[in-house]
């Protein structure tokens, strides 16, 4: 069975799906507690939505590890 594929969410649609602003939402990649964004191209970046998904299930303990 093949592995869903991970799609790359630019920001209206992390902020859609997340509720937060954007002032929270770059607050909280600061802090470490919400899933930081890569680079897509030099001046693009979004998120990777099982990054998105892992915070969604449970928001209040996520913690970013470095690797992701």
């Known amino acids: 069975m093949p592995e ?18 954007r002032s929270t939402l ?3 990649i600061n802090q470490g507690t919400f899933p930081k964004q890569i ?3 030099a001046r693009c970046a979004g998120w990777r939505q099982s990054s998105v998904n ?8 996520y913690t970013c590890s470095e690797d992701s």
């Open 54 to 61: 892992a915070w969604l299930m449970n928001p209040i303990h």
């Open 26 to 28: 770059y607050r909280k």
């Open 4 to 21: 869903p594929i991970d799609r790359i969410l630019r920001l209206p649609a992390v902020l859609d799906a997340t509720g937060l602003s």
């Open 39 to 41: 680079a897509i191209s």
